[in-house]
Nanobody
Framework: QVQLVESGGGLVQAGGSLRLSCAAS????????MGWFRHAPGKECEFVAA????????YYADSMKGRFTISKDNADNTVYLQMNSLQPEDTAVYYC??????????????WGQGTQVTVSS
């Protein structure tokens, strides 16, 4: 398993941007598919985006397509989530997750501690 630590959350105005980072420990990072999820108060945990182990395939929730971009740097053991055109409904705790493949991303084997993103109107 890998250990994951997110950073980059904060307070931003509607229409603004943030880039979240997820630093992973462990030499096996390059073999993992990575994903981002979010959890807003009173709502269920929601899939945001995922990327294959090599970075060639990406997947997004419909509401994030065109606004969010996931990327993976295997040399730095880091996965990123660039978030543009943020809206108040994007306010949530964002979690980084790792899984053995994209196909099993619905049940990740590792989770980060989360980073808060707050979008003001």
């Amino acid at each position: 398993q890998v250990q994951l630590v997110e950073s980059g959350g904060g307070l931003v105005q509607a229409g603004g941007s943030l880039r979240l980072s997820c630093a992973a420990s462990g030499r096996a990072f390059r073999t993992y598919a990575m994903g981002w999820f979010r959890h807003a108060p009173g709502k269920e945990c929601e899939f945001v985006a995922a990327i294959s182990w090599g970075g060639s395939k990406t997947y997004y929730a419909d509401s994030m397509k065109g606004r969010f971009t996931i990327s993976k740097d295997n040399a730095d053991n880091t996965v990123y989530l660039q978030m543009n055109s943020l809206q108040p409904e994007d306010t949530a705790v964002y979690y980084c997750a790792a899984s053995s493949s994209i196909a099993t991303m619905e049940a990740p084997t590792s989770w980060g501690q989360g980073t808060q993103v707050t979008v003001s109107s």
